[in-house]
């Protein structure tokens, strides 16, 4: 068997193309959908990603303004940054670039953030919405994971999912999302006592660990779905993800590659967020 790639470059170009008609419509409301990205130091990886959405947000007519503060700025600072954004109309979505310096206190920073501008979907307020079953901004990464099931007609109903990964950006989301549309899901970490046993067992696994090729075919059940979420450099330069791909292509029914699967769908459905939070508030204007 070889399995189906899971194409994430197609799928988010095609659902970018898809926004420019909602941020048009939106424009000429008077209502331009507005993305501010603070980034604190100078890390080379959060550079190129907060360059990255910037410019995502420039392809599809939105409007962004990225906040550069030093790595030893005071963390009172930010927060009054957090603050003017919350009130400024131009902005509908607000984003801190993580990880933040050791000085910093993420939680706080993160609650700052007006629950709705919060299209990182991180907000205590937010992550509570999702855990009842009813989101209002789910975060980027599974998000655009359940987009990818979606494309692929993938049906989760009753489906044994299992989430490699418990972090509150991608594997706790994920397991809600999946526990959401009907799956049982059985979340793995590093304590786990014996991880084969359950991914042997699972119609979907997605890996989530930040390990390269961590997940060998020897894991897999013959036919399962395999989600690809980690990015790893290798020493070579290259990128790899939590999935052994090749060996796993030959047992899966359907697979993510990296890059080119999970990769591109997580920007993409920053723009989405951003645009759903420009729509609401479009509409809470209009009732005015
Ligand atoms: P974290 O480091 O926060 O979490 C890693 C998780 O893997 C932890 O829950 C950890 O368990 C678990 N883990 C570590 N070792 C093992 C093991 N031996 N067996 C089972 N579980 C283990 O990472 P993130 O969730 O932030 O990211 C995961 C990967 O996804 C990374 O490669 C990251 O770069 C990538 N990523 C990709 C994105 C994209 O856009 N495609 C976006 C975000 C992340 P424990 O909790 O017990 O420590």
Redesign the pocket.
Known sequence: MTAQILDGNALAQELRASFKTRVAALTAQGHTPGLAVILVGEDPASQVYVRNKVNACAAVGMYSEKIVYPADVDQATVLAKIAELNADPKVHGILVQLPLPAHFDEKAVLEAIAAAKDVDGFHAENVGALAQGNPRFIP??PY?VMKMFEKGNIDLTGKEAVV????????KPMALLLLNAGATVTV?????RD?KFHTCRADIVV?????PR?VTADMLKPGAVVID????RLPDGKLC??VDFEACKAVAAQITP?PG???????TMLLANTIEAAERNAQREAKR
């Open positions: 980027c990464t655009g490699i990964g418990r972090s509150n950006i991608v594997g793995c970490h590093s304590k786990t991880l890996a989530a660990v930040g390990k961590f979420v980690g990015i790893n993800g939590d990296v699967g999970v990769g591109p769908m997580t920007i």
